[in-house]
T-cell receptor, first 113, second 112 residues
Framework: NAGVMQNPRHLVRRRGQEARLRCSPV?????VYWYRQLPEEGLKFMVY????????ESGMPKERFSAEFPKEGPSILRIQQVVRGDSAAYFC???????????FGSGTQLSVL | KQEVTQIPAALSVPEGENLVLNCSFT??????LQWFRQDPGKGLTSLLL?????REQTSGRLNASLDKSSGRSTLYIAASQPGDSATYLC???????????FGPGTSLSVIP
């Protein structure tokens, strides 16, 4: 009974490249959340998705960032034309319904050179 | 806009001591409140989930209380152990917001 799986665990990109972060929620969970954690800072909400729908993306920068949670397959957080300020740990969480316990993945550490 | 704060930011205690971590939130119209633990370089582990209709939850040496009217929650850790050393985060899920908002965390060190 696997938990939330995120890959890759570490991702290194040069400025201007694209970063794709994947998140497979707990089996049966249809709610996915993405958070960003900068060094010495707390977790900041980015986007909340349900299958095939973006429910709330108010925490996500308007440019270069996008997220999806297709009917089949993992949720993807995509960052285009990365900059050094994008370097952070990106965490994905899932729940089986709103208001229930969140299960977190181990995160993807993105480093932009 | 919901804001979550945690006091203290850091805490160091000798092994065996009982301790209390505090969490405050500005909008009392919450759906639930969760306490998490994060170890360095790792993801988050959910410790306790309190629904808005509940006043407390207990798991082993941990007890979390919720006072919606005052916008506060406390996490009580009994008989602390070195293995309890971690960052503890509280997170609020709101009726007006579908996202969960995290506090900045309390970094706990339990000294053997």
């Amino acid at each position: 009974n696997a938990g939330v799986m995120q890959n890759p665990r570490h991702l290194v990109r040069r400025r201007g490249q694209e970063a794709r972060l994947r998140c497979s929620p707990v089996k049966g969970h249809s709610h996915v959340y993405w958070y960003r954690q900068l060094p010495e800072e707390g977790l900041k909400f980015m986007v909340y998705l349900q299958k095939e729908n973006i429910i709330d993306e108010s925490g996500m920068p308007k440019e270069r960032f996008s997220a999806e949670f297709p009917k089949e397959g993992p949720s993807i957080l995509r960052i285009q034309q990365v900059v050094r300020g994008d370097s952070a740990a990106y965490f994905c969480a899932s729940s089986d319904s709103r208001g229930e316990k969140l299960f977190f993945g181990s995160g993807t550490q993105l480093s932009v050179l | 806009k919901q804001e979550v704060t945690q006091i203290p930011a850091a805490l160091s205690v000798p092994e065996g001591e009982n301790l209390v971590l505090n969490c405050s939130f500005t909008d009392s119209a919450i759906y639930n409140l969760q306490w998490f633990r994060q170890d360095p370089g790792k993801g988050l582990t959910s410790l306790l989930l309190i629904q808005s209709s509940q006043r407390e939850q207990t798991s082993g040496r941990l007890n979390a209380s919720l006072d919606k009217s005052s916008g506060r929650s406390t996490l009580y850790i009994a008989a602390s152990q070195p293995g309890d050393s971690a960052t503890y985060l509280c997170a609020v899920g709101g009726t007006s917001y579908d996202k969960v908002i995290f506090g900045p965390g309390t970094s706990l060190s339990v000294i053997p």
